[in-house]
């Protein structure tokens, strides 16, 4: 079993960045794809990025260039840096993990992932 857990989240205002990290106590995670999902009030949840175990990464159209995911298998975590934030980026932001590893944009449904974490809250105020 793997857990995830978030964390960064938080208030911020439009134009500023955050780094959400996705930490696991799991020993294989370095081999697991791994993606960050949001949603936000009212809607569905969303692809935001993916990585894959050799750090192969792809984005969804809206943060591409703006965020970026990245991860540490010496410490068993994955981040997502998110700069130039936006009202819009506003969502409850989840990791997500799965042992498959495909072609990455494959991974951008969210029915891939066995393994989800709990969520952290970002708000982008103006």
């Known amino acids: 079993q793997v857990q995830l857990v978030e964390s960064g989240g938080g208030l911020v205002q439009v134009g500023d960045s955050l780094r959400l990290s996705c930490a696991t106590s799991?020993?294989?995670?370095?081999?697991?794809?791994t993606g960050w999902f949001r949603q936000a009030p009212g809607q569905e949840r969303e692809f935001v990025a993916t990585i894959s175990r050799r750090g192969t990464t792809y984005y969804a159209g809206s943060v591409e260039g703006r965020f970026t995911i990245s991860r540490d298998n010496t410490k068993n975590t994955v981040s997502l840096q998110m700069d130039s934030l936006k009202p819009e980026d506003t969502a409850v932001y989840y990791c997500a993990a799965d042992p498959k590893s495909p072609v990455v944009a494959f991974m951008r449904d969210e029915s891939n992932y066995a393994y989800w974490g709990q969520g952290t809250q970002v708000t982008v105020s103006s």
């Open positions: 799991g020993r294989t995670f370095n081999t697991y794809t």
